[in-house]
């Protein structure tokens, strides 16, 4: 009995399970300030992630970002707010530093639409390509790519690969498709798809536009076509923000996850910001492995340094090779 016992909790603790319930009495957002400072621990967290974990963020960002951050940061922690993949990306990045996610849960069902496996035998048949992958996707799909991007720089780092070489674009086919259209080039493109960005409904989104016909679209590209036709502006999270901070514009429809709308407040009170609908359900767009972490599982996270990111150091060897290239090749791309 006792050792069945050892055996479950030493599998809980590998899995990051703490059974400790938070002290409702304490200031969590003091609490974490605390401990960030106590561990030298930095906090990334992506627009996605709930406000109040936003708001005790020592970096809010993009893909790309939250990647420069976690590359040039000096601290010996780093604590992620955001997806496994975000957190992954950190660690290939920081062998020697500890990454902790708050909910290992947090995946990505677009970095899910691609398995390891079956994306080495689909590179394995276009052998003469190369392998261009989203950041979302696995440190093992990383390994077997030849670079990385995110949707901030992938149609600069696209346009600089020689119109003659062929490429597999991977794993987000809305992305892939909205690249081809705006390059004007033909890519080999992975069926992959988000379930967040796959929802919006272009039925609702014509209905608002007659609602609010002065509100301009600013849609992510990993929505679909039928959605991306009405945008105003497609680009990534930032660059949503800053069209919206930027424009002169007062009123504007966002296809993106929700949390995004936190920061575009904060940076203009009086502009009117309308979420997207998704086709059925409630109206919100949340991503449901984002808004896996929450503050109490933050502040726990930061107080036993769990969950942590482990890998295999030959899959991580592999995986910052592409992830290097992307840094370089994307400088002053934002
Ligand atoms: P960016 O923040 O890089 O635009 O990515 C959006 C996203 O879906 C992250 O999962
Ligand atoms: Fe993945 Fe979509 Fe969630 Fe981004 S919004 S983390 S792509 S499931």
């Given amino acids: 009995m006792l050792a069945s016992q050892d055996v479950l909790s030493s599998r809980l603790e590998q899995i990051g399970f703490i059974d400790d319930p938070v002290d409702t009495k304490l200031d969590l957002y003091e609490e974490i300030e605390r401990l960030k400072r106590e561990k030298n ?129 991977a794993p987000d086919r809305n992305l892939g498709r909205w690249l081809e259209r705006k390059i004007g080039r033909k890519l080999v493109i992975w069926d992959g798809v988000c379930i967040v960005h796959e929802t919006f409904s272009e039925r609702k989104l014509l209905a608002l536009k007659v609602q609010f016909p002065e509100a301009q679209v600013l849609a ?43 920061q575009m407040r904060k940076d203009s009170p009086h502009k009117h910001f309308i979420p997207a609908p998704p086709e059925s359900g409630c109206n919100c767009s949340q991503c449901p492995h984002m808004r896996l972490n929450t503050l109490e599982k933050l502040y726990t996270c930061m107080r036993y340094e769990l969950p942590e990111i482990t890998m295999e150091e030959s899959i991580r060897l592999r995986a910052l090779k592409p992830i290097e290239r992307m840094i370089e090749m994307s400088k002053g791309v934002s």
């Fill in 41 to 169: 621990a930095v906090l990334l967290a992506h627009y996605y992630q709930e406000p109040a974990i936003q708001d005790v963020a020592d970096f809010i960002g993009d893909s790309l970002g939250l990647s420069r951050q976690a590359a040039a940061t000096e601290a010996e922690i780093i604590v992620f707010a955001g997806v496994h993949f975000m957190a992954e990306t950190a660690k290939i990045l920081n062998p020697q530093k500890k990454v902790l996610l708050p909910d290992l849960n947090a995946g990505c069902s677009l970095a899910d639409t691609c398995p390891a496996d079956e994306f080495q035998a689909f590179c394995d048949a276009h052998s003469d390509h190369l392998v261009m992958s989203y950041i979302n996707c696995s440190a093992a799909v990383k390994a077997r790519s030849d670079i990385i991007c995110t949707s901030t720089n992938a149609e600069h780092l696209l346009r600089m690969i020689p119109e003659s070489q062929p490429v597999i674009f």
């Fill in 220 to 262: 992510h590209p990993e929505c679909e076509e039928a959605v991306l036709r009405h945008a105003d502006f497609v680009g990534s999270t930032s660059g949503i923000r800053r069209y919206a901070r930027e424009d002169a514009g007062q009123s504007f429809i966002i296809a993106t996850e929700e949390g995004i709308l936190h």
